[in-house]
């Protein structure tokens, strides 16, 4: 597939969403090029988890259409969209509540690390390597959440915000090239976010992801994202750096509410 | 030589006498979905006991009515009561300790399973496997209608009695907080609890309606039918006739329990006796291919 | 002060099989007071409000309201005027907006005022009067936040227990919850608020309470608290370990 | 050992259970009368019971260890060609002779593929071939019915049986099947749909190749729908229950039936029955038979002078005018007792009575 | 051996390859079947009309009717696999009775109700036992790896999974298919076992112990489906001499140790190492209600 001369990863055209008579979101156009860590903000109910939606093809779009390294992924199922290498968390948690948190990302990690359906039932093969390598590696992504001592314990007894972390780690464990995160940062304290920050930032650097996040957590969107995308009522009010965003009047107005 | 109301080739008569017996079994059905389907709708559990229900309701009648030579009022509010108790009993012993303990379904389900069982074979080691039949105490005595097909009256106090429990339920249900409750309490007991609902309370209640209801249809189908331990295996009929409708919808479990009603008498009528259960079995999964969530079940649309 | 507190928790301890959750945990409200409690990831917040409900039982302790022993049951607690609004909204999301406020007033006496107070909630969030007929689990975490919290305000509680209510709102509207919290408070219902947004709850509530892995480990005027030495430690929630590594 | 065992293999539990509990006491009762007659062989005889849930896996393992387990000599049951023809193979391996009861089926005492009889397995009832030709012979000579509607059972083996030989020879006899429809035992309990085509198709005579339950069902609800003038006849699934649930619609039912509730002979047996366990015995046909079915046994075993299971099969084979309460029985190279008179029962007034006896 | 404990042996491994199938598909995926039984069915009847009247050799037989059960099985999983909850349930009873019913409508091909006779005898004890160990490898090596954790997750959150990238369709057909060709092979040694099969001895009674057997021992413990199949097959042989009773008790068991180890005797727990401490944290705690975070 042809890569774009702009080099944008995502790019959304005209997307539009009715629930109902709502329209969730509409007409909306922007993109996102490669390596980018951006946010997309708006006040509550704006439309941006539709977006991810979307985009990760929970559901159609009533029309326009939505490219992926230039490729048209609007009518994707699901798990074709993630297969494209995408990852994406959620705003509210969607972990395997009676699993591990281990096995929680080892779930995930397997995708990319798998074996035949003849070794599985032999255990012969490249089974053994393959099961250590994926256990490994998701200790290793616990680690990076901070969640290692946390293993095994099942995913419906960690404390909110730890739950949140293990959803950041199982969509690390995708390998995804371009990350979706939706409000990670809520149910955390602000030292808590400022770690946070840090780990967006670590992960964006070292993996090269491109990114893009939702979140009302504003010192952190300010902070870590390079582009800003903000929205209300569906349509998006502005675009730009946060220096732009910041002291843009119709954001202002909508969002932070000055 | 035999003489006949119908004169051959009037296909008319037999339709008509079809559809007539297509309601009416219909009805008896309807009577066991609407309990069952309310069971479901707060605990989301198809509760196999139900049939159970069922026929501690007809022996408490049969026994009152035949041991005690007490008229059928008597005897009729002593099942319910009897087989509402039994139903409370049955929560409060086998389903309470488990839903207290985790959120799956499942566990409850072959509960209710062991339960059924259970049930069964009490009768069967107290009073034994025999089969027995009540007195008419619902005539059922034909009406001929203008030679073309006859009705009984028991058909037509069963479908009125359908109708009438479905109503008050289904009144109670939208119209009061209890039924919002009900319906609260089906997505999440711990939630429901914290708006101050006694849960444990509106599940008792729930078994206790749905208890006489199973006793009302065990009369019926006691009095048309007969009485023996193993009659609440035929209640899976009406969970096929509740599905189809739509778990937890009680208008659903009576249009089910018709249409059921309807294609089971239909097919045998004009299409194959032997084929009658496959045919039946085909709708029913056709009725949920095109609609998964059942005819009138609601497809709450999930968010992520 | 001879009068015993609204309330009052005695050395409450609760564990979840091995975990213990809670460790002789002891606090009090007074009437008409906001209090709020803070603490890390895991520090034993929401199960400290879950006892109070009686959603999770207690292993040890008391707790009184007005000096009388504090019922078991979630809905009898309910009826003596505690209401909670739980962690991570759990709307009942096959029940719409409206029917969902309905069950906030569930345990209401006073059936005749419920109109007048749906209002006054519309008034407070618009955007679910709009959304009156849709179902709850479609609405977004937002809206789903606002809508848990309107349900416990619904019930018009003497006591508010919320947990987490700042939780995915924008900005804006929680500055206007917490205000609505600031009025409501005036009206002599007190509240306990759990909150990791802590420089906010502090600035509204009169007292705090740090708790970290089940046990309080500092309490105090929440003026003096937000310019207490240790309070820097306090927002860390003093763990040993930084909870995400920041290399 | 100081007892002679025998096994019982009985439904107790399940959709049986009515006619398991009937046999299990009418054996235990027989059992008590011959110990209370000294025995055999000098030795008392105790009845090893067994439930199988009419289950064939069930009936299989009960059987095994009424065998390795209890020593017993010789087993007694079940009451269902299909159970028979399952435990048939273990009875021949193991080698202990098995007598079924009402297992009406050719295939429980022949192997199919050989023609020939297996050693260890015997029945004590008709077979369905010769009910069948009994109840054609009956339909169109005794009856003079010509026009004849089945309703049969699809998901029974017995049923299945009667009506394919039924039919057969019914049209041997000149009569004309107007209508052959079936319904499912355990979750059908209504007919009308069947009926109403019946009545369309004007039969004369509504032939009910099945057990108790559904035939009271079916006759009750044809009499409701207006079928006044049709005339059931069934074979042996009758029981006198039937008029609990079918009442008057029973009338003048005819029954081909292996025994005769007021045959004299059987009068001690009710008797006693009724002495012993407080009850009726309704379900007579199973009673009876598993209660001379044990007769036949202890006869076997006194002829064989010995508690060899083969000694006692080869006795059992060997059974020539044996005098049983219902009837004299002559084993012949099948297994089956030779030219079993059929007993026609007319339901009247509240009970079975004798009609007549026939043999095409 | 006796005939008696031999009988019992293969009776119990005949049982507990079919509820390893069926512990695949209810236990870890998620889909609650009522009418496997069906399955059993196809596997007995095709290898019983091989071997008696193609003379065909026995593994052969045995490998063919497992295969064209998980054939049917698949046949009847795309379509009706979108269903979920107690609704497949109830449909999966109307696809068992359906098995059965043409089973029964069969002719003479299937000899119809009164059922088929002459099998031959070729499950002898070393057969079920070596079918059984053979078996019982591959399925605990399936379940222990990526196919394992793959079906637990479309189990627990099918929207979840399809977010990780899983095909969930695809993994609850293949899980159907797998327990399908378990519940052949399992129906064709019971064939080759009995002699004699009928279309009545595969309803929904038999489709429901199945399940039963799978929640008792535990949902997602293959070794518990294993135990909890022991353990009632042996309790319905130790009360044989109670007869009436037995079923009585059956049931009682079943509800008993539902309300006092809901999460079935093993919970979620294999045999191996890890096992004994896992059973400890699970009875110090952990089975407090889960909040019902759905949405
Ligand atoms: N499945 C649905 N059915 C009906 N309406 C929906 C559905 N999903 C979303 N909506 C509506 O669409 C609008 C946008 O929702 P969305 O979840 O995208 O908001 P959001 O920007 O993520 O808000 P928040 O920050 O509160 O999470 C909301 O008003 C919501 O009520
Ligand atoms: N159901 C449960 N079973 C076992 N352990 C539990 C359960 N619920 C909570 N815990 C444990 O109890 C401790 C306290 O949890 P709690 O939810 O009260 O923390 P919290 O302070 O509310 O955290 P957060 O700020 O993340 O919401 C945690 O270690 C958690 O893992
Ligand atoms: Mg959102
Ligand atoms: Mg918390």
């Avoid at chain 1, 739950?163 to 995708?174: D, F, G, K, M």
């Avoid at chain 1, 070292?206 to 952190?220: A, P």
């Avoid at chain 5, 399809?162 to 040694?189: D, E, M, P």
Wanted: proline share 3%; with cysteine; hydrophobic share 45%.
């Amino acid at each position: 597939m042809a890569k774009k001369s702009n080099q944008n990863v995502l790019q959304l055209e005209n997307l539009t969403k009715y629930f109902g008579g709502v329209p969730a979101v509409n007409d909306i156009s922007f993109s996102i090029e490669e390596g980018k860590l951006a946010g997309l903000i708006g006040p509550n109910g704006a439309g941006k988890t539709t977006i991810f939606n979307l985009i990760t093809g929970v559901y159609p779009p009533d029309s326009g259409k939505i490219l992926f390294w230039g490729e048209d992924i609007t009518y994707l199922k699901t798990y074709q969209a993630i297969g494209r290498n995408m990852a994406r968390t959620f705003q509210n948690l969607r972990l395997f509540p009676h699993s591990t948190a281990l096995e929680n990302v080892m779930v995930a990690l397997q995708q990319h690390h798998s074996y035949s359906f003849i070794e599985a039932i032999t255990h012969l093969g490249g089974w053994g390597k393959k099961e250590r390598e994926i256990k490994a590696k998701s200790m290793d992504i616990l680690d990076r959440v901070g969640l290692a001592d946390r293993a095994n314990q099942k995913a419906r007894t960690l404390p909110y915000g730890m739950q949140r972390r293990l959803e950041i780690a199982r969509a690390l464990a995708l390998e995804p090239k371009f990350l979706f995160l939706d409000e990670p940062a809520a149910g955390m304290n602000p030292e808590e976010v400022n770690a946070l920050n840090t780990l967006i930032l670590g992960i964006h650097k070292e993996l090269k992801f491109t990114i893009l996040v939702i979140e009302h957590h504003m010192d952190l969107v300010m902070e870590i994202c390079s582009h800003i995308i903000c929205m209300n009522f569906g349509t998006k009010i502005a675009e730009g750096n946060p220096m732009e965003i910041q002291s843009h009047p119709e954001v202002l107005k909508a969002y932070l509410g000055e | 030589m035999p003489v006949f109301n119908i004169e051959r080739g009037e296909s008319l008569g037999i339709l008509i006498q079809q559809i007539i017996n297509g309601l009416s079994l219909g009805s008896v059905y309807a009577l066991i979905a609407v309990g069952y389907s309310l069971v479901y709708s707060i605990l989301m559990f198809s509760n196999f006991a139900h049939g159970g229900f069922l026929v501690i309701g007809g022996y408490i009648c049969y026994f009152v009515l035949k041991d005690m030579g007490a008229g059928i009022l008597i005897a009729g509010f002593l099942s319910l009561l009897g087989a509402g108790a039994a139903a409370i009993l049955t929560e409060r012993l086998a389903y309470k300790p488990i839903r207290e303990k985790t959120n799956n379904t499942l566990y409850l389900l072959i509960a209710s399973m062991g339960m059924s069982i259970v049930i069964e074979n009490i009768f069967v080691v107290t009073i034994g496997g025999r089969f027995r039949a009540l007195p008419d105490i619902i005539p059922t005595t034909p009406i001929h209608l203008s030679g073309m097909a006859t009705i009984s009256a028991f058909d037509l106090i069963s479908l009125l009695a359908a109708v009438v429990f479905l109503s008050i339920l289904q009144l109670i249900l939208v119209k009061t907080k209890w039924g919002l409750a009900i319906r609260a309490a089906a997505y999440n007991l711990r939630i429901a609890s914290l708006m101050g609902v006694n849960v444990n309370l509106l599940i008792s209640l729930t078994f206790f309606i749905a208890g006489t209801l199973a006793s009302v249809g065990g009369i019926f189908l006691a009095v048309r039918y007969t009485l023996y331990p193993q009659l609440g295996g035929i209640t899976i009929k009406a969970f096929v006739a509740a599905v189809i409708g739509g778990l937890g919808s009680l208008p659903g479990a009576v249009v089910g329990s018709i249409i059921l009603g309807l294609a089971e008498m239909l097919t045998a009528g004009f299409i194959s006796s032997q084929l009658r259960d496959l045919v039946v079995f085909f709708f029913l999964v056709i009725t949920l291919l095109v609609r998964p969530q059942g005819l009138f079940g609601k497809d709450v649309g999930e968010k992520v | 002060m001879n009068e015993r507190p609204i309330l009052e928790i005695k050395d409450l301890h609760v564990s979840y099989g091995a975990i213990k959750a809670l460790n002789n945990v002891s606090l009090y409200i007074e009437e008409g007071e906001i209090v709020s409690v803070i603490g890390s990831n895991g520090a034993g917040k929401s199960t400290l409000m879950q006892a109070i409900m009686g959603l999770v039982p207690r292993e040890r302790g008391e707790i009184f309201l007005k000096g009388e022993p504090l019922a078991r049951k979630s809905y009898q607690v309910i009826n003596q005027g505690i209401t909670l609004t739980p962690e991570g909204r759990q709307v009942f999301a096959p029940l719409t907006v409206y029917e969902n406020l309905m069950m906030g007033a569930f345990s209401r006496k006073d059936r005749d005022k419920l109109e007048e107070d749906m209002n006054w909630i519309f008034s407070l969030f618009p955007i679910l009067k709009e959304r009156q007929q849709q179902y709850a689990g479609t609405l977004s975490g937002g809206e789903q936040q606002m809508l848990a919290i309107a349900r416990s305000l619904m019930s018009r509680p003497k006591i508010l227990l919320l947990d987490e209510p700042s939780l995915g709102l924008a900005p804006i509207i929680i500055k206007d919850i917490f205000e609505e919290l600031r009025r409501i408070n005036a009206e002599k219902v007190t509240i306990l608020l759990v909150e990791q947004n802590a420089r906010q709850a502090l600035k509204l509530s009169h007292r705090v309470y740090v708790i970290q892995t089940g046990n309080i480990i500092l309490q105090g005027d929440s003026k003096e608290l937000l310019s207490h030495p240790d309070v820097e430690a306090a927002y860390l929630g003093l763990r040993k370990k930084s909870a995400i590594p920041c290399d | 050992f100081d007892t002679i065992k025998i096994g019982s293999l009985v439904a107790l539990t399940g959709d049986w259970a009515a006619y398991g509990q009937t046999e299990e006491r009418s054996g235990q009762l027989a059992v008590d009368e011959i110990n209370a007659a000294g025995g055999v062989l000098g030795k008392q005889v105790e009845l090893v019971v067994y439930d199988f849930r009419t289950r064939e896996e069930d009936a299989v393992n009960a059987v095994r260890r009424m065998i390795e387990v209890d020593k017993v000599v010789a087993i007694v049951g079940a009451n269902g060609s299909g159970i028979n023809n399952a435990t048939k193979s273990v009875v021949n391996a193991l080698k202990v002779p098995q007598l079924g009861t009402v297992s009406t089926n050719p295939d429980v005492t022949v192997d199919p593929n050989t023609g020939k009889a297996y050693p260890y397995s015997f029945r004590i009832c008709f077979t369905d071939p010769y009910q069948g030709k009994l109840i054609a012979f009956f339909a169109a000579n005794n009856l003079e019915r010509m026009n004849a509607a089945i309703l049969y059972d699809i998901g029974s083996d017995y049923s299945h049986g009667l009506r394919e030989f039924f039919i057969e020879n019914y049209e041997n006899y000149g009569g004309n099947i107007v209508a052959d429809l079936a319904f499912r035992a355990g979750t059908d309990v209504d007919f009308r749909a069947q009926l109403t085509e019946i009545k369309d198709k004007k039969a004369d005579v509504l032939i009910l190749p099945d057990m108790g339950k559904e035939m009271a069902l079916i006759m009750k609800q044809a009499r409701e729908l207006g079928m006044d003038d049709i005339i059931f006849v069934g074979g042996d699934g009758y029981g006198e229950f039937m008029w609990e649930i079918a009442g008057d619609a029973m009338e003048n039912s005819y029954w081909i039936n292996h025994v005769a509730p007021e045959d004299p002979a059987m009068a001690p047996f009710f008797a006693a029955y009724k002495e012993k366990y407080k009850d009726e015995c309704k379900e007579f046909t199973n009673g009876i038979l598993a209660y001379d079915g044990v007769y036949l046994l202890v006869d076997a075993i006194r002829r064989a002078g010995s508690e060899d299971p083969t000694a006692i099969a080869e006795a059992l084979a060997a059974s020539d005018h044996v005098q049983l309460h219902h009837a004299v029985i002559t084993m012949d190279e099948f297994h089956n007792p030779k030219d079993k008179e059929g007993i026609v029962l007319i339901a009247k007034e509240g009970r079975g009575q004798f009609f007549t006896k026939i043999q095409p | 051996m006796s005939a008696y404990t031999e009988g019992i042996i293969c009776v119990l491994c005949i049982n507990a390859i079919a509820v390893m199938g069926v512990s695949l598909v209810t236990g870890y995926t998620g889909i609650f079947s009522l009418g496997h039984a069906g399955y059993m069915a196809i596997g007995a009847y095709t290898a019983a009309i091989l071997t008696a009247r193609y003379s065909f050799y026995f593994i052969p037989a045995i490998v063919a009717g497992g295969l064209l059960a998980a054939l049917i099985a698949y046949i009847i999983g795309v379509p009706t696999l979108k269903l979920v909850g107690d609704y497949y349930a109830i449909a999966s009873i109307g696809l068992g009775e359906a098995i059965r019913l043409i089973l029964e409508n069969g002719g003479t091909f299937t000899r119809g109700a009164r059922g088929f006779p002459g099998i031959p005898n070729y499950t002898n004890l070393t057969v079920a036992v070596c079918s059984f160990v053979i078996m019982a490898f591959l399925m605990f090596n399936l379940i222990n790896g990526r196919f394992g954790r793959a079906f637990k997750a479309c189990r627990d959150d099918y929207i979840a999974a399809s977010l990780l990238g899983y095909n969930t369709a695809k993994y609850r057909i293949l899980s159907l298919v797998i327990s399908g060709f378990y519940c052949g092979v399992a129906g064709a040694l019971l064939g080759g076992f009995l002699l004699y099969i009928k279309p009545l001895m595969f309803d929904m009674m038999k489709s429901t112990e199945l399940t039963s057997v799978v929640v008792f021992g535990g949902l997602g413990s293959m070794s518990g489906t294993l135990l909890g199949m022991v353990i009632i097959t042996l309790i319905t042989e130790v009360f044989r001499p109670i007869s009436q009773y037995r079923m009585l008790i059956y049931g009682a068991i079943l509800v008993i140790i539902m309300v006092l180890r809901p999460e079935g005797i093993m919970g979620q727990y294999e045999f191996g190492p890890g096992m004994f401490k896992a059973i400890k944290e699970k009875f110090k705690g952990d089975h407090y209600s889960e909040e019902g975070r759905k949405v």
